[in-house]
């Protein structure tokens, strides 16, 4: 058995080479870099950025119905 480890290939890269497989190749074998890097990092920003606030608008959503669920038991047990 090699001891020689296999190239890991990410998801993205897949994505990568059923839309372009000839960028895919330049990028995989020759290790050009297409234009645009810093828009794409920009968009991995905004990515990131809005992910925080789905994340936050969930548990506030969460927290919201329990303090609806707070307020209905309040209001049964006050009869």
């Known amino acids: 058995m090699s001891k020689e480890r296999l190239a890991i290939i990410r998801a993205s890269e897949i994505g990568e080479y059923v839309y372009c497989a000839r960028a895919w190749w330049l990028?995989?074998?020759?290790?050009?870099?297409?234009?645009?890097r810093e828009r794409r990092e920009f968009g991995s920003v905004?990515?990131?950025?809005?992910?925080?606030?789905?994340?936050?608008?969930?548990?506030?959503?969460?927290?919201?119905?329990?303090?609806?669920?707070?307020?209905?038991?309040?209001?049964?047990?006050?009869r």
């Not at 990028?27 to 645009?36: D, H, Q």
């Not at 992910?51 to 209905?72: E, K, P, Y």
Request: hydrophobic share 60%; net charge positive; aromatic share 2%.
């Open 27 to 36: 990028r995989r074998a020759l290790g050009w870099e297409p234009s645009g």
């Open 46 to 78: 905004l990515h990131r950025r809005h992910g925080r606030a789905v994340v936050g608008s969930r548990a506030l959503l969460l927290v919201a119905v329990l303090l609806l669920v707070a307020a209905l038991a309040l209001i049964v047990a006050g």
